[in-house]
């Protein structure tokens, strides 16, 4: 039977963590951190996600603001408003919340945040000093999947580690990251998607299988190898009558057929998911300590 991964435990732990630093940091007499959201549009999703980070802010002592800002706002103008956050002190991280309209180019946005304050990980600077292997923001999810690793004791170092996807998000940086010759790397990476011929000869190779592909049972019980511990980084909302809302949402993995030849699992929801903002978190701390000491 699978050790479950308890993402929500985890990630409560290190907002706990966070919230102590913010109270030494304020009790010396040091500024707290501060995160900026710009949020342009009014896309439920995006809109539910910021009202989540905005609270975690408020949980943990965080100066935060958000910035809405309509559909139509002009690529010009939302510019203008990343370069005021640029440029207030009392801002250590600046997060643009995507997917954004179309007429906006989302790449000139992502390079315009000041990579100081790039607590996202997306900027070209951020992802740069990752691949190799400079002190960086890293992006949350994949900085959330290594600290689960950590705190459940589970060392990439020699493994072979498949990551099943290519985005930018997680795919290509949870890579990097776990092949790096670091503490808590070190691993043999192999990065797979579902342009292959033969998805499971790669993933039943995996002593860590990374699913991150966006798709529904993407990940059955017969591409997984015994023993493997399995991160299932999906979130897909599928039609379920007897839930509340006739939804729910599930993963990129067979979690009740995976979890019975699995050594460790992540559920979905309560996995991968709360730690995405604890390490927001996390970094907003991080780029606080580096910006104002």
Not at 164 to 187: C, D, E, H, T, Y
Not at 276 to 288: D, F, G
């Amino acid at each position: 039977m699978s050790i479950i991964i308890d993402g929500r435990k985890t990630s409560q732990d290190i907002r706990n963590e966070v919230k102590a630093a913010v109270e030494r940091r304020r009790a010396a007499g040091k500024t707290v951190p501060g995160l900026a959201f710009i949020l342009v549009g009014d896309d439920p999703a995006s809109q539910s996600y910021v009202k989540s980070k905005g609270k975690a802010c408020e949980e943990l002592g965080f100066h935060s603001v958000t910035e809405r800002m309509p559909a139509t706002a002009s690529e010009s103008e939302v510019l203008a408003m990343v370069e005021r956050f640029n440029r207030d002190p009392a801002i250590h991280g600046l997060l643009v919340q995507l997917p954004l309209p179309k007429h906006i180019d989302e790449q000139k946005v992502i390079e315009a945040v000041a990579p100081e304050k790039d607590v996202d990980g997306f900027h070209p600077s951020s992802v740069g000093k990752m691949v190799i292997g400079l002190e960086t923001f890293y992006s949350c999810t994949p900085y959330g999947i290594v600290e689960l690793l950590k705190r459940y004791g589970i060392d990439p170092a020699g493994k072979h580690v498949v990551v099943v996807g290519r985005s930018n998000i997680v795919g290509k940086p949870i890579a990097n990251m776990l092949l790096q010759k670091k503490p808590w790397a070190n691993a043999v990476v192999t990065v797979a998607h579902t342009g292959a011929k033969d998805l499971a000869y790669f993933t039943k190779q995996a002593d860590i299988l990374i699913a991150a592909v966006g798709k529904v049972k993407a990940v059955t019980k017969e591409m997984v190898k015994p023993g493997a511990v399995v991160i299932d980084v999906g979130i897909n909302r599928i039609d379920d009558p007897a839930a509340k809302n006739g939804t729910r949402l599930v993963g990129d993995v067979d979690y009740d057929a995976v979890k019975e030849v699995a050594s460790a699992i992540t559920p979905v929801p309560g996995g991968v998911g709360p730690m995405t903002i604890a390490m927001l978190m996390v970094n907003t701390l991080t780029a606080a300590e580096r910006l104002d000491g």
